[in-house]
């Protein structure tokens, strides 16, 4: 049996249309409600196994992603692969994230960073950095929805469960706005 993710997406009313302010501050006609989604064990079991089996052959011994949505993520992808689940916090002072909470990470390991929706990618970037900072290599990068549809290069292997094209601007360039279309702050 073949995942349709986007049908997936779509029955579980996780695919929004109309005009978006995401967290990475470009706006949007479409909106991937990772809640909607991952609110659903079935779901995000299913789509987690389609990330987990294109990058097993990376050979990762530990899962992280970062708070929020990717700690589910994170947590059922490591429970795919049989690995541990790690989560990169934001750091309590300045920018980037973090492990805290006794979280162990170090060159002895090959860490598989996840997320739920890339937009940006700003959020792997800094599980990416937090990783390296504890001496640890990359094994991969997975997301469960593509926004960009495989146009974001991480210089490492990368899978998806669904890779979707879907335009987003900058504020200022935004043709909705120009229409003084309401938008909704994600």
Same mark, same amino acid.
């Given at each position: 049996?073949?995942?349709?993710?986007?049908? !997936?997406?779509?029955?579980?009313?996780?695919?929004? @249309?109309?005009?978006?302010?995401?967290?990475?501050? @470009?706006?949007?006609? /479409?909106?991937?409600?990772?809640?909607? !989604?991952?609110?659903?064990?079935?779901?995000?079991?299913? !789509? %987690?196994?389609?990330?987990?089996?294109?990058?097993?052959?990376?050979? &990762?011994?530990?899962?992280?992603? &970062?708070?929020? +949505?990717?700690?589910?993520?994170?947590?059922?992808?490591?429970?795919?692969?049989?690995?541990?689940?790690?989560?990169? #916090?934001?750091?309590?002072?300045?920018?980037?994230?973090?492990?805290? @909470?006794?979280? #162990?990470?170090?060159?002895?390991?090959? %860490?598989?960073?996840?997320?739920?929706?890339?937009? /940006?990618?700003?959020?792997?970037?800094?599980?990416?950095?937090?990783?390296?900072? @504890?001496?640890?290599?990359?094994? +991969?990068? +997975?997301? !469960?929805?593509?926004?960009?549809?495989?146009?974001?290069?991480?210089?490492? &292997?990368?899978?998806?469960?669904?890779?979707?094209?879907?335009?987003?601007?900058?504020?200022?360039?935004?043709?909705? %706005?120009?229409?003084?279309?309401?938008?909704?702050?994600?």
């Amino acid at each position: 049996m073949t995942l349709d993710a986007l049908a !997936l997406l779509e029955g579980r009313g996780a695919v929004l @249309r109309g005009h978006f302010v995401l967290t990475s501050g @470009r706006h949007s006609d /479409t909106f991937i409600e990772k809640f909607r !989604l991952l609110q659903w064990p079935d779901v995000t079991e299913a !789509l %987690c196994r389609r990330v987990a089996a294109a990058l097993a052959s990376t050979a &990762p011994t530990c899962v992280a992603g &970062p708070t929020t +949505g990717g700690v589910i993520v994170a947590y059922e992808t490591a429970r795919q692969l049989g690995v541990r689940a790690l989560v990169a #916090e934001r750091r309590e002072h300045g920018p980037g994230r973090e492990f805290r @909470r006794g979280f #162990e990470l170090g060159p002895d390991d090959r %860490c598989l960073v996840v997320d739920d929706v890339l937009t /940006t990618g700003g959020s792997l970037r800094e599980v990416l950095a937090a990783v390296r900072e @504890r001496g640890a290599a990359i094994a +991969g990068v +997975g997301v !469960l929805v593509d926004r960009t549809g495989g146009g974001t290069d991480f210089g490492v &292997p990368f899978a998806s469960a669904l890779a979707l094209t879907v335009q987003s601007w900058e504020p200022n360039a935004c043709p909705l %706005c120009r229409e003084g279309i309401p938008a909704t702050e994600t």
